[in-house]
């Protein structure tokens, strides 16, 4: 029987400088993100709910702040803890120039969340028809099927996205 060492519990100042990293993040404080990485912060650092630093920047729209995360060796493929992947939240949001920002960076193209949900499908169930038609000039996958068994085309036309529901169908 093996037990897990005890983690000390943060100090006041621990607790200070890790709200200011995930706000930094959060608000796109670029500059402020770039010196404490420059000092050592790890790029990979993730809050309670498990979002990386990349995958706040990223849903928060703060284009510059994830491209300094990126640069210092943040990985794009860090799920939360929900299985989110900071790909599918910026297709959520229709955000093509993150869309690019993390495929350049090694997002996977048709990694996906616990119930098989791809950016591709993301983008077009809210019929975000420029990330639709990058995804698929990119490589992304229309057959892939999500754990209810619906492609990105089902799920575009479930829910009403009329512009991606025709682009998929052909």
Do not use: C, W
């Amino acid at each position: 029987m093996t037990d897990k060492p005890q983690r000390p519990e943060p100090d006041e100042e621990t607790i200070r400088l890790a709200t200011e990293v995930f706000n930094a993040a959060r608000h796109g404080d670029s500059e402020r993100l770039r010196q404490l990485l420059a000092h050592g912060l790890t790029p990979n650092l993730r809050n309670h709910n498990g979002d990386s630093l990349v995958m706040l920047a990223s849903y928060h729209e703060h284009l510059e702040t994830a491209r300094v995360l990126l640069e210092y060796g943040a990985d794009p493929e860090l799920h939360n803890d929900r299985g989110q992947s900071p790909l599918a939240g910026a297709a959520f949001k229709g955000n093509l120039a993150m869309v690019k920002l993390l495929l350049e960076n090694g997002a996977g193209i048709n990694a996906a969340s616990p119930d098989g949900k791809t950016g591709l499908m993301f983008a077009a169930m809210f019929d975000n028809v420029e990330i639709v038609e990058y995804l698929l000039a990119q490589g992304a996958d229309p057959t892939l099927r999500d754990s209810r068994g619906m492609t990105a085309g089902d799920l575009a036309t479930m829910m009403g996205a009329e512009r991606a529901s025709k682009l998929l169908a052909g």
